[in-house]
């Protein structure tokens, strides 16, 4: 093992087509670090139906792997995780923040066939006073997301059940579209403000019995790292075993 990280290092490094391993194992060792030193409670895979109170969850559905690449990385665990969440949960009532591409919108939706979507994402004509909060990637996902926010469901069945908001979430008043949320996913600016925002939009409008999971708590997003390390001192979070995604479950 010394050898081959010695030899990857020292090595491959100057050799562009071996570059993009090197930089995957520091992002790799950074992320196990990370998940090292977190102090969160962890759901296991096999526990995350219970833990949502579902004996009998139904079977997962996924995008094709073609509609899965849109969401810009292509891996399907993230995806696997959010069906199984809302499988196991059958929520009538979804809210999101962080349309994008549409791939999250369109996998809740196969996973919970009689829910509707709330799914809000900036407006296609925003300007810098929309995105001076955002992270450096923040803002460039967006300029990714120009004219194809919701691509992944546009023209499907499952669409009639996917209400587009277009709106700035750190001015948004959930409240004002609907209430008594089951199932609330954070997945829009990942900025401490924008998370915070979201968050306190999910409280306002979540079931008595509603689940709020939050995305990418992860080392190189510190504005979701930092409000949530905040906001497991006044609810009891949970992390899912080996992700990161950051489970709350009102009245657990």
Request: overall charge negative.
């Amino acid at each position: 093992m010394v050898r081959d990280f010695s030899e990857l290092v020292a090595v491959r490094l100057f050799a562009k087509k071996s570059r993009r391993h090197v930089i995957q194992l520091g992002r790799d060792v950074r992320q196990h670090a990370f998940d090292a030193r977190d102090t969160l409670p962890v759901v296991e895979h096999a526990d995350l139906a219970s833990f949502l109170g579902s004996d009998h969850p139904r079977d997962i559905v996924l995008p094709p792997i073609s509609t899965i690449s849109l969401g810009g990385l292509g891996f399907v665990t993230p995806y696997a995780l959010l069906a199984s969440v809302v499988s196991a949960l059958q929520p009538e009532k979804i809210f999101e923040t962080g349309t994008f591409r549409g791939v999250g919108a369109l996998t809740m939706a196969l996973n919970a066939p009689e829910a509707e979507i709330y799914t809000v994402d900036l407006p296609q004509d925003s300007g810098e006073s929309d995105t001076n909060t955002l992270t450096r990637g923040d803002v460039e996902w967006v300029r990714l997301s120009r004219g194809c926010i919701g691509a992944a469901f546009d023209g499907l069945p499952e669409a009639a059940r996917i209400h587009q908001i277009w709106a700035n979430s750190l001015t948004l008043d959930a409240s004002e579209i609907t209430t008594d949320v089951d199932f609330f996913l954070i997945d829009g600016g990942h900025s401490y403000e924008c998370v915070k925002a979201d968050t306190e939009n999910a409280l306002k409008i979540l079931a008595p019995d509603g689940v709020i999971l939050w995305d990418d708590y992860t080392w190189f997003m510190s504005g979701v790292h930092s409000y949530l390390s905040e906001l497991r001192k006044s609810l009891p979070l949970k992390r899912i075993a080996g992700s990161q995604y950051v489970i709350y479950k009102r009245g657990a």
